[in-house]
């Protein structure tokens, strides 16, 4: 099993800046190789912000390039997601994700997820 812990979420203004954080634990938390975030509103589908990979390859929203910073840490394994200049648009449950090989099967994980809300 893999445990995905979020923290960081909160109440910002717009433009101004959160960092949010998943550390990674379990057992087979070693077969990790891809680690992102991903974010819903109500009625909507469940949509990626940014992905790392072991490789350090990363993907990120168009809608949030230039924004957001991903980054990761391998001891133990934790993913941020840096998040300036922030929007209302931006306002949305984050979730964490991890993803890898686990009893040689492709599977993820989800963390409980974090509220994230920019308003004035």
């Known amino acids: 099993q893999v445990q995905l812990v979020e923290s960081g979420g909160g109440l910002v203004q717009p433009g101004g800046s959160l960092k949010l954080s998943c550390s990674a634990s379990?057992?087979?938390?070693?077969?990790?190789?891809?680690m992102g975030w991903y974010r819903q509103v109500p009625g909507k589908e469940r949509e990626l912000v940014a992905i790392?990979?072991?490789?350090?390859?990363?993907n990120y929203a168009d809608s949030v390039k230039g924004r957001f910073t991903i980054s990761r840490d391998n001891a133990p394994k934790t993913v941020y997601l840096q998040m300036n200049n922030l929007k209302q648009e931006d306002t949305a449950v984050y979730f964490c994700?991890?993803?890898?090989?686990?009893?040689?099967?492709?599977?993820?994980?989800w963390g409980q997820g974090t509220q994230v809300t920019v308003s004035s």
């Open positions: 379990g057992s087979i938390s070693r077969n990790i190789n891809a």
């Open positions: 790392i990979t072991e490789g350090n390859s990363i």
């Open positions: 994700k991890a993803e890898g090989v686990f009893r040689g099967l492709w599977g993820e994980y």
